[in-house]
């Protein structure tokens, strides 16, 4: 009836996001284990009404919350409760749309299945790294579909990756408070920073918790628990310390800055130097994931911010 | 016959009396026939002697003679005449010798005339006689012509005579000769003879009527006998009629003792003709309902019928009323405004007046508390309200925060979701209201009872949404199809408002009472306690800082109870603030949290309270108990305190801080932490009795 549907969306919350390979569409995972597909353009145009900015389909994707969401040139894929899917954008539009495939990495345990925190494309590969709640990395062969390694080192689950490209390595943060590095092809850790150990960064109050990562082949910044640090990873020492006081949950490089977002309405826009240079608010008290639209159609740089109340928030245009 | 010949006489008599006098002076004429023989004889004593010679003379030489003489006497007389004027001695003699002659003359035309005379007699006579002949014969011929006349018609009148018998309808022949005894139809005789036979005929039609005329005395008889009979039993049943009353007053008692009111169904039914048209559409379906399907519900009615008789005086009576109150008005308004207000509210009551009569349903529920509905139509305003009153088998003790729960004016709002009863459902009173300058009908409801929009439907009146329509009558079919879930939905209302009556006197004392079927529902040490229970009003939840989302999102109405819980442990207070929907418990309540422990967390800066509040409140499917759900709040608030413990004792230790964990944690979780936004375990497993994610 009204009134649960009312308490269901005002407590949905929304943990993923990802923009499709045209920038026209925006698919999010919510917390009951929907995804639900915008459209940018008829939501962003300057005659967007309020009907324009609900959801063009929703349908019911998994059984638990979507945690991650990522897209390749084609396809959508969507891990949440320890599986991952792989939905064609093409169809997606479409009313009853089917998964391509599910695959599930081989799990230690099978008391409880653990979640999928984190995807992670490796172009150069054709792989893709799930990561999650049994503390290891598993690689997967996107053509063949089998896992090829699984990289375990973590002590607690992993929150998220991040791709170092030129090596190519792979940053995973977790629960723990690491980070740590391995290396793709050896299937090694090569690097491991803890945080917490850290006295600039470390907060005890908030715990030791890692909740995100960003990697600019050189430069990591991370935030969670610890405050938000950039790093140099050569030498894993923490250089600028920015002053946010809440964990954040999502931090991105894009172009010369650093953007983050996390408790607090705001998606906050920092120089390297640690200045905050702006902080555009959202709807949303919260905020768990941040996409960037790449495609050069939209000129605007498109955020999503994601948390509650049904909308995904208004896509905030920065630029 | 005889005056007949009487009066020829008297003609005879009246023609020849004149010769017959200057005939015979001295004769005596008498008038019958008798006395013309006597004169006859008379004649024929004094004879004339002309009569003698009358019948020797001729007459046709007297009468030459007559003519001689005449001339004679002329010539004489004019021989007279000359002499006398010649004068003269001797002329005296000759006129004395003519003298003589014309003396002479004269004795011969007298004897002439008696001649005649006698002569004219005799033939009237004879005329007489013969005349008298032929009238005693004419006489006898009309005689015998008017005895033929009068035989003729006597004979007509035999001929035409019809007897009697004739018109006797007889039996035919055959069947005559069929039925009749021998000894009256006698046949050999009869067939011969029609006169016999008639008169068979007719000896058995008397005989026939005869028995016929016994049998019909008999008949009378009987028929006598059988209406003395009709008139004993008739009085005896009327006798009997005042004994029946009397039996019908003595077995009210035992149709109490059986439940089978009659006398009382009947007197009812009597009372239901004077109830308005919805009332009895009420009336009428509220009655089937509970004989057919509800045997809990029952149906009165109340009020005065002498008042309902009052109403339907003719229209002119209410004419004449308004033309006095015009009266009345075109006084007043001379004088001041007071009265003027005290006219308005006088209109004002008139046109929200009720009618004298009102039903009352009354609804037992199974734990013996009743549901005591009362009914009332509004004549002016055609809507009908109710009121309603909860009575239980036991006193209540009112806890001090259930006070709206059961309170008449509260506890129907909102039986169907969004009917509460404030606005009048009838488009076209808004015109009406506006005449009498009454705002809404809100304001009225306590007194007159809520118009909710069942009410209105199980009476039958259908108002089409926001269109006055001046004539909307009673419907049964309307009522029919409502009424059963409406009685449901009444009684499901008390009871669950009665379930909540209980459970807020037990929380107002600390204690979450859970029944033993929902204990499978929370692990067996639950630390946690509620130390508070009690009512909010709508506008403090409003100035909440917690509550924006539920404000915001349109739950939080006029029409609902608010409540604040306060659950603690420890140092850590978690304050609830809770909307309990009028249509609890199949809407379920609200609860948002503000936790007050190492800060103050609420659902916009912690993620875990907001997982908190979708676990009581998105998930409150597991926590209905077994139907009819009265447990769900009391879950609800059981499932918070565990909430609490899990949160408190999950919460991750600070290593900077010195000192053990304030709440070392005794729950078995598998993981504390789970997924990006690092949620706490706080599903509960049963029976295993470990707490998970979900």
Redesign the interface.
């Known amino acids: 009836m009204e009134v649960f549907q009312t308490l269901q969306r005002l407590h949905m919350t929304i943990f993923s996001q990802s923009v499709s390979p045209c920038g026209k569409f925006l698919a999010a995972g919510n917390n009951y284990g929907q995804i639900a597909v915008f459209s940018l353009s008829a939501a962003l145009s300057s005659e967007a009404k309020e009907e324009s900015k609900k959801p063009v389909v929703t349908f019911q994707a998994h059984d638990g919350p979507v945690y991650s969401m990522v897209s390749t040139d084609r396809h959508l894929l969507s891990a949440g409760d320890g599986e991952v899917k792989a939905w064609l954008w093409a169809e997606i539009l479409k009313k009853g749309c089917k998964e391509l495939w599910r695959r599930q990495p081989p799990y230690r345990t099978s008391l409880e299945v653990p979640e999928i925190n984190a995807l992670l494309l490796v172009p150069k590969e054709n792989s893709l790294i799930l990561a999650g709640g049994d503390c290891q990395l598993h690689a997967m062969d996107l053509e063949t579909g089998a896992f090829t390694r699984a990289l375990r080192g973590h002590t607690d689950y992993i929150h998220c990756l991040a791709l170092r490209e030129r090596s190519p390595e792979v940053l995973s943060g977790g629960e723990d408070g690491a980070v740590r590095l391995w290396d793709l092809r050896t299937a090694k850790e090569v690097q491991t920073i803890e945080v917490y150990k850290h006295e600039e960064c470390s907060r005890p109050h908030n715990g030791r918790w890692i909740g995100c990562l960003a990697t600019d082949s050189d430069w990591m910044v991370c935030g969670g628990g610890p405050a938000l640090t950039l790093w140099h990873l050569r030498s894993s020492t923490p250089t600028t310390i920015f002053p946010m006081r809440a964990p954040q949950k999502h931090v991105t490089f894009y172009q010369d800055l650093i953007l983050s977002a996390g408790q607090g309405r705001c998606v906050n826009q920092w120089q390297l130097s640690g200045e905050l240079k702006a902080q555009v608010p959202g709807s949303s008290p919260g905020l768990l994931s941040l996409s960037l639209n790449q495609q050069p159609a939209a000129p605007e740089c498109k955020v999503g911010p994601a948390r509650g109340c049904g909308d995904p928030g208004r896509p905030v245009a920065c630029g | 016959m005889v005056r007949r010949r009487q009066s020829i006489c008297r003609r005879l008599w009246s023609f020849g009396d004149v010769a017959s006098l200057v005939c015979c002076r001295d004769s005596v004429r008498t008038i019958c026939p008798q006395n013309i023989c006597s004169l006859r004889a008379h004649m024929e004593g004094k004879y004339y002697s002309e009569e003698a010679e009358v019948d020797l003379r001729d007459p046709g030489r007297d009468y030459e003679l007559y003519k001689y003489t005449c001339q004679e006497l002329q010539r004489l007389m004019a021989e007279i005449q000359d002499l006398k004027s010649r004068g003269g001695k001797d002329v005296a003699v000759e006129i004395e010798d003519r003298r003589i002659q014309s003396c002479v003359h004269f004795m011969t035309l007298k004897k002439l005339n008696r001649l005649a005379h006698i002569r004219l007699k005799k033939g009237r006579d004879q005329t007489h006689e013969a005349k008298q002949k032929v009238d005693a014969y004419h006489l006898q011929l009309q005689n015998l012509l008017y005895e033929v006349m009068h035989l003729q018609k006597e004979i007509t009148k035999c001929l035409e005579f019809k007897s009697k018998h004739e018109e006797i309808d007889l039996v035919s022949l055959e069947e005559f000769y069929k039925e009749a005894p021998p000894d009256i139809s006698k046949a050999e005789v009869t067939m011969g003879d029609p006169h016999q036979q008639t008169l068979a005929r007719l000896d058995w039609e008397l005989e026939q009527r005869k028995r016929l005329a016994e049998k019909y005395r008999e008949c009378l008889s009987n028929k006598e006998k059988i209406l003395k009979e009709i008139e004993v039993k008739k009085e005896y049943l009327s006798s009997l009629q005042p004994r029946l009353n009397s039996i019908m007053q003595a077995s009210l008692p035992v149709q109490e003792y059986l439940f089978m009111p009659f006398d009382q169904a009947h007197k009812q039914y009597e009372t239901a003709r004077h109830l308005p048209p919805p009332l009895y559409v009420l009336f009428v379906q509220a009655t089937a309902y509970g004989q057919a399907c509800d045997k809990t519900l029952s149906v009165a009615i109340e009020g005065s019928v002498d008042e309902a008789k009052a109403l339907f005086k003719p229209p002119e009576d209410s004419q004449d009323d308004e033309s006095d109150s015009d009266a009345e008005e075109e006084q007043t308004t001379k004088r001041r405004r007071p009265t003027l207000g005290v006219q308005l509210d006088d209109k004002r009551k008139e046109m929200l007046k009720r009618h004298p009569l009102s039903v009352m349903l009354d609804l037992k529920c199974k734990d013996d508390s009743v549901l005591h509905l009362t009914f009332y139509y509004l004549m002016n305003l055609n809507i009908m309200t109710v009121k309603a009153k909860v009575t239980t088998a036991t006193e209540l003790i009112t806890p001090i925060s259930a006070g709206d729960l059961l309170s008449p004016d509260s506890v129907l709002s909102c039986l169907y979701?969004g009917d509460h009863g404030k606005k009048t459902p009838n488009p076209a009173n808004q015109y009406q209201f506006d005449k009498v300058g009454i705002l809404t009908l809100r304001d009225y409801v306590l007194d007159l009872g809520h118009p909710y929009l069942w009410v209105q439907k199980l009476g039958g009146l259908h108002f089409p949404k926001e269109q006055p329509q001046h004539t909307v009558i009673a419907d049964h079919s309307l009522s029919a199809s409502h009424m059963e879930t409406t009685m449901k939905l009444l009684k499901t209302r008390v009871q669950s408002r009665l379930a909540l009556h209980k459970q807020f006197a037990s929380l107002e004392h600390g204690i979450v009472p859970v029944t033993s079927d929902c204990q499978y529902l929370f692990p067996a040490k639950v630390v946690s306690r509620l130390v508070k229970w009690v009512t909010i009003a709508h506008e403090d939840y409003m100035e909440l800082h917690f509550t924006k989302?539920?404000v915001e999102?349109?739950?939080a109405g006029d029409t609902n109870l608010y409540y604040m819980a306060l659950v603690e442990r420890g140092t850590a207070k978690l304050q609830a603030a809770v909307v309990l929907?009028p249509g609890y418990s199949s809407?379920?309540p609200?609860f948002q949290l503000c936790l007050n422990w190492k800060g103050e967390k609420t659902?916009?800066?912690d993620?875990n309270i907001?997982a908190m509040?979708?676990e009581v409140?998105?998930c409150y499917k597991e926590l209905c108990g077994p139907r009819p759900s009265h447990q769900l709040l009391t879950n609800q608030l059981q499932r918070l305190c565990v909430l609490l413990d899990v949160y408190l004792e999950t919460e991750?230790h600070?290593?900077?801080?010195e000192g053990p964990k304030e709440f070392p944690q005794e729950k078995m979780c598998?993981?504390l932490?789970?997924?990006?936004?690092?949620m706490k375990p706080f599903k509960y497993n049963h029976p295993q009795g470990f707490f998970?994610h979900?």
Request: proline share 9%; no cysteine.
């Open positions: 979701p989302d539920i999102a349109g739950l929907n809407i379920p609200i659902n916009s800066n993620d907001r509040e979708s409140n998105v991750s600070d290593d900077s801080v598998l993981r932490f789970r997924g990006p936004s690092r998970s979900r």
